[in-house]
């Protein structure tokens, strides 16, 4: 593929997963989508980053434009079989970012105040959703990276290495795919200091945090096709 239409890179991505039922997880996906499963269970993901270098094609960096921070929160879907991410929020700091992604890509983005700290061997992040019309979410974390993981699990690999992400729109599925090269991981440790972004998400203190971190992977993205 070289009709690519953006390229950004992503950094300082720590990756917070937990298993859910996936029959729960069904009941919360549009049709014809289907929940994605290993070894039995659905996973939800968290997902904090900082996007930079972000450009579109024919078009140089926009100095206001071209980085932001964001947060996700996501799972995995398939569609024909073919195996994806399914976004249920993508919170970000630009609100010019926020609009393009709500309007040209039919994401759910959402405006917020968000901060970093990028350490050497600690971040803190931060994000309180404003969004007009939209009800409040926030989340507090810190994290730290591990040792690089010269050969990741199979579940690291399938929560990880996706490349293509479904939206909605008016009750069509869009498929938008991307490339990068395959993620360098490291285990990773986080703090979790107050959170109302995954209350109705399953996560919970009982549960064990599945936790990954990665430095940086350069992305290119296409053309969104219409499935259905």
Not at 44 to 64: A, D, Q, T
Not at 111 to 121: G, I
């Given at each position: 593929?070289?009709?690519?239409?953006m390229?950004?890179?992503?950094?300082?991505?720590l990756?917070?997963?937990?298993p859910?039922?996936?029959?729960?997880?069904?009941?919360?996906?549009?049709?014809?989508?289907?929940?994605?499963?290993?070894?039995?269970?659905?996973?939800?993901?968290?997902?904090?980053?900082?996007?930079?270098?972000?450009?579109?094609?024919?078009?140089?960096?926009?100095?206001?434009?071209?980085?932001?921070?964001?947060?996700?929160?996501?799972?995995?879907?398939?569609?024909?079989?073919?195996?994806?991410?399914?976004?249920?929020?993508?919170?970000?700091?630009?609100?010019?970012?926020?609009?393009?992604?709500?309007?040209?890509?039919?994401?759910?983005?959402?405006?917020?105040?968000?901060?970093?700290?990028?350490?050497?061997?600690?971040?803190?992040?931060?994000?309180?959703?404003?969004?007009?019309?939209?009800?409040?979410?926030?989340?507090?974390?810190?994290y730290?990276?591990?040792?690089?993981?010269?050969?990741?699990?199979?579940?690291?690999?399938?929560?990880?290495?996706?490349?293509?992400?479904?939206?909605?729109?008016?009750?069509?599925?869009?498929?938008?795919?991307?490339?990068?090269?395959?993620?360098?991981?490291?285990?990773?440790?986080?703090?979790?200091?107050?959170?109302?972004?995954?209350?109705?998400?399953?996560?919970?203190?009982?549960?064990?945090?599945?936790?990954?971190?990665?430095?940086?992977?350069?992305?290119?993205?296409?053309p969104?096709?219409?499935?259905?």
């Amino acid at each position: 593929m070289s009709n690519w239409t953006m390229k950004q890179t992503w950094s300082n991505l720590l990756f917070v997963h937990w298993p859910v039922s996936a029959e729960w997880l069904q009941a919360l996906l549009p049709d014809p989508l289907k929940a994605d499963t290993y070894e039995g269970s659905a996973w939800i993901g968290l997902v904090p980053f900082k996007m930079e270098k972000i450009r579109f094609r024919g078009l140089p960096e926009v100095p206001l434009l071209s980085s932001l921070l964001e947060l996700n929160v996501r799972t995995y879907v398939t569609y024909n079989g073919k195996p994806g991410v399914y976004f249920f929020s993508l919170d970000a700091s630009h609100p010019i970012g926020v609009w393009i992604a709500r309007t040209f890509f039919h994401l759910p983005y959402f405006h917020s105040q968000m901060r970093a700290e990028f350490q050497p061997n600690e971040i803190s992040f931060s994000s309180r959703r404003i969004h007009k019309g939209e009800p409040p979410a926030q989340l507090r974390l810190t994290y730290r990276p591990g040792p690089v993981k010269t050969q990741p699990e199979p579940l690291d690999l399938w929560l990880t290495e996706r490349y293509c992400l479904y939206t909605v729109k008016n009750r069509k599925i869009y498929r938008g795919d991307l490339k990068h090269a395959p993620w360098s991981l490291q285990d990773g440790t986080c703090e979790i200091l107050s959170d109302t972004m995954t209350r109705d998400f399953g996560r919970s203190e009982q549960k064990t945090l599945h936790i990954l971190y990665s430095k940086a992977v350069e992305t290119e993205f296409f053309p969104f096709v219409k499935l259905c």
